[in-house]
């Protein structure tokens, strides 16, 4: 082969792998742990939520079984 055809193709097979190397994900076992940890903490911060609407509604409607109607 041609010293031109050696360095086209050493050239192309180095683009190749950059290619492939920038397309792979990188870290993606660690993007589920990060995605599970932030599932755990929005349905803690849901549960939460739910608790305050919960004691809310159950003391407003106390006050207004409270209040005289007659």
Do not use: W
């Not at 683009?15 to 742990?33: E, M, W």
């Amino acid at each position: 082969m041609s010293f031109e055809i050696q360095y086209l193709l050493c050239h192309a097979d180095r683009l190749t792998r950059r290619l492939h190397a920038a397309c792979s994900p990188r870290g993606a076992g660690d993007r589920g742990a990060m995605t599970t940890e932030a599932v755990i903490v929005i349905a803690g911060l849901a549960a939460l939520a739910l608790a305050v609407v919960a004691i809310i509604v159950a003391k407003v409607t106390a006050k207004a079984n409270s209040i005289p109607t007659s």
